[in-house]
C-alpha cells in the first residue's frame, strides 16, 4: 500500500496510528493552544495552527517566518512530546533520509468546509532535509504538483495514521488540501490534524 508518489516523495500508510500522538498532542495543546493566524495580506488563515520544537512557524502582518517563542503566550513552544520525534526519525529513515533532525513541528488542524491552497514550503532555512507529514482523523484529498506552479496536479487520499516523506526532488512541489468533507472520526471527532515535522532553523 506505501507509494513512492515523485522522485523523494513517499507515502507510508498507517504507520502513525496507534502511537500515542493524540496524548503528545493534547501535551502540547494544553501550552499552546490551537489558534488562527493572519496573513501578510491581512485575512484569516483557515486553518488552526499550533507549533511544537525549538521553533515554531507563525504568519502575522510581518510576513511569515519561523519564531523561538509563541506570540501568543511569549513562552518557548513546548517540547516535541517523544512519541512524534520517534516516529519523525522512523519515516525518514524508512524513505531513505539519514540524520533527519527536526527543529520544528508546525501542527494544522482542520474542520469540515475548510481548505490549504497550492503552495511551496519556503521558509525554513534550508531544503536538504526532507519534511515528514503525520495525518490524524478525518481523510483528506492531497494534491501535489511539481517544482513549477504551472505542473499538473495529482490527487492522493491521506487517511488517520498516513505519514509521508517529502525530500530531495518533491522539497519544493507545489502542494495542498482539498476542502475537508464533513465527518467524524472515532479519535479526533470532527477535524482533520496534520503534523509537520521539519529542519527550519540553520545546520
Ligand atoms: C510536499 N500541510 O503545513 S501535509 C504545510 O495536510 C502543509 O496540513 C498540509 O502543506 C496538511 O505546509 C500538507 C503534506 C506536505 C507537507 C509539506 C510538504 C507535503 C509537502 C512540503 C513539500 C512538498
Ligand atoms: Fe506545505
Known amino acids: 500500500r506505501d507509494e513512492i508518489i515523485a522522485p523523494g516523495a513517499m507515502i507510508l500508510r498507517g504507520i502513525g496510528a496507534d502511537r500515542d500522538l493524540l496524548a503528545g498532542l493534547a501535551s502540547v495543546e494544553a501550552r499552546a493552544p490551537f489558534r488562527r493566524m493572519m496573513t501578510p495580506g491581512g485575512r484569516q488563515i483557515g486553518v488552526e495552527m499550533t507549533n511544537c520544537g525549538m521553533l515554531g512557524w507563525v504568519s502575522d502582518r510581518r510576513g511569515y517566518r519561523y519564531e523561538t517563542h509563541d506570540p501568543e503566550s511569549g513562552r518557548p513552544w513546548p517540547d516535541m512530546p517523544p512519541c512524534f520525534v520517534e516516529l519523525a526519525h522512523e519515516a525518514a529513515l524508512i524513505a531513505g ?19 490549504m491552497g497550492l503552495h ?30 504551472k505542473d499538473p496536479v495529482r490527487r492522493h487520499e491521506l487517511h488517520h495514521g498516513d505519514v509521508a516523506v517529502w525530500g530531495g526532488p518533491s522539497r519544493l512541489a507545489w502542494h495542498g488540501i482539498l476542502t475537508l468533507k464533513p465527518g467524524e472520526h472515532p479519535e479526533t471527532g470532527r477535524c482533520r490534524i496534520n503534523l509537520t515535522f521539519r529542519q527550519a532553523g540553520q545546520r
Open 120 to 149: 511551496q514550503d519556503r521558509d525554513e532555512a534550508g531544503f536538504d532535509a526532507p519534511i515528514v507529514s503525520v495525518s490524524l482523523g478525518l481523510p483528506a484529498t492531497f494534491q501535489f504538483g511539481g517544482t513549477d506552479r
Open 97 to 115: 533520509f539519514e540524520a533527519f533532525e527536526p527543529d520544528a513541528c508546525l501542527i494544522n488542524r482542520y474542520a469540515p468546509g475548510v481548505k
